[in-house]
């Protein structure tokens, strides 16, 4: 992969690249070490975690091993975390220099906050708003001070990300959500654009529910290529960064092979058609 076709720029100047590796599951030092090991070898450099994910430590450790293996420095490579429900509000601050701990970095490539709503309240709740904008002033302060090179914010609406933009003395870097072709997400794209910020999908293969859909299955056909690869590529042909996880050293790599081909236009058509709004993962869409 070379860096002009792989990375995005982010609002903070920095390149953020269009493929990294989710660790959303990925538990066990043994089996987080053989994910890395092999994304490493397959030309992955960003990394995806998050304090709820529980394997920040274990990332952390994996990195440090595996990095002069590699013949890589910590520069290299770009990790991201992200504060958990349960720090939402006056705990941000702990939470965050936690998952610094946990990882044994000096400094957090992208800080997210995790989920708008927080841990313990209802969704409905009157104070997720205060607790979402004082968690945001605390990364504000940590971005301030070096640790949190871009900050930015996982799962939030239109709405949210509007109350955001008006209050935040820092912009938000990157906005992380579930993007696939059955949910294009089409206003928080136009939302992030109108704001210059990098929008980022997780859960490209719906849940691996998508790997088996007909129309998917027909383009890839017509690619001659996975319908993973065709969905992760469905993705970053339209700029948009990807997350894939996997444990297995095959699929780590096979998903590496998005930069080697393209999507037709009217395959891509095809595909965005399928849009239907539907999510495989949670909705952020009731959290005030």
Known sequence: MSSSTSSVRLNTGVQMPLLGLGTYKLVAFENVYQAVDAALAAGYRAFDSAAVYQNEADLGKALKQLMPKHGLTREDVFITSKLGPKDQGERAMEGALHSLSQLDLDYIDLYLIHWPGTQGLVVSDKRNPGNRAQSWATLEKLHAQGKLKAIGVSNYTPAQMRDLMQSCKVPPAVLQVEYHPKLCQIEL????????????????????????????????????????????????????????????????????????????????????????????????????
């Open 189 to 288: 794209r136009s939302v992030c654009e109108e704001f210059g910020v990098c929008f980022q999908a997780y859960s490209s293969l719906g849940k691996g529910v998508l790997i088996s859909d007909p129309v998917v299955m027909e383009v890839a056909k017509n690619c001659e290529r996975t319908t993973a690869q065709v969905l992760l590529r469905w993705a970053v042909q339209q700029g948009v960064p990807v997350l894939p996880k996997s444990s297995q050293p095959d699929r780590i790599k096979g998903n590496a092979g998005i930069f080697e081909f393209s999507i037709s236009d009217s395959d891509m058509d095809r595909l965005s058609a399928l849009d239907c709004g539907h999510r495989y993962c949670w909705d952020p869409t009731e959290v005030v």
